[in-house]
T-cell receptor, first 113, second 116 residues
Framework: KQEVTQIPAALSVPEGENLVLNCSFT??????LQWFRQDPGKGLTSLLL?????REQTSGRLNASLDKSSGRSTLYIAASQPGDSATYLCAVRVKAAGNKLTFGGGTRVLVKP | NAGVTQTPKFQVLKTGQSMTLQCAQD?????MSWYRQDPGMGLRLIHYSVGAGITDQGEVPNGYNVSRSTTEDFPLRLLSAAPSQTSVYFCASSYSASEGAGEKLFFGSGTQLSVL
């Protein structure tokens, strides 16, 4: 059974510092990995999607890398801003489970002005 | 552009009552799904659908029914509510249902359900 872990559960950084968020998964047979952002009381917003054949994806200040062999993905957020404060979740779509996504528990980020 | 619309936003039920959570998307997405989010448990898949007339169970389907009579709508029915079903429920959709298609998942804003 695929398990997805995000450590740390919470992170606090001063504004301007780069954020590094980690995601690990136990089964490397994945189709893709997505990073989501969730604001309090809101739904999830997809930030980046990395296909299993890709090593990384970039969107603005966001960069996500994928290392399938080691079962790891990292989300980098450059020059953090208070508006980046949110919970970030990763999820993997597994080959053995159809279209099901397995989510990590998330990392709650606070960017202090 | 409405995206994925869920109603209601909040609901309080008594044990044993039934209700339907509504989900509609206007993006012509093939794939629709229901998740529940609980503290310490993360997001768990309840049911999903890969197209009109086709549904399948997810990780935690017991106590819930779904149907998909149209591409746009995917309601979630609680047959006899239990306190263990207190949770935040999210509907999500993506363009393609094909394995490996790798489409981004779009979420609704959620329904907070309390069962007393």
């Amino acid at each position: 059974k695929q398990e997805v872990t995000q450590i740390p559960a919470a992170l606090s950084v001063p504004e301007g510092e780069n954020l590094v968020l980690n995601c690990s998964f136990t089964d490397s047979a994945i189709y893709n990995l997505q990073w989501f952002r969730q604001d309090p009381g809101k739904g999830l917003t997809s930030l980046l999607l990395i296909q299993s054949s890709q090593r990384e994806q970039t969107s603005g200040r966001l960069n996500a890398s994928l290392d399938k062999s080691s079962g790891r993905s990292t989300l980098y957020i450059a020059a953090s801003q208070p508006g980046d404060s949110a919970t970030y979740l990763c999820a993997v779509r597994v080959k053995a489970a159809g279209n099901k996504l397995t989510f990590g528990g998330g990392t709650r980020v606070l960017v202090k002005p | 552009n409405a995206g994925v619309t869920q109603t209601p936003k909040f609901q309080v039920l008594k044990t044993g009552q039934s209700m339907t959570l509504q989900c509609a998307q206007d993006m012509n997405h093939e794939y629709m799904s229901w998740y529940r989010q609980d503290p310490g448990m993360g997001l768990r898949l309840i049911h999903y659908s890969v197209g009109a007339g086709i549904t399948d169970q997810g990780e935690v389907p017991n106590g819930y029914n779904v149907s998909r009579s149209t591409t746009e709508d995917f309601p979630l029915r609680l047959l006899s509510a239990a306190p263990s079903q207190t949770s935040v429920y999210f509907c999500a959709s993506s363009y393609s249902a094909s394995e490996g298609a790798g489409e981004k998942l779009f979420f609704g804003s959620g329904t907070q359900l309390s069962v007393l």
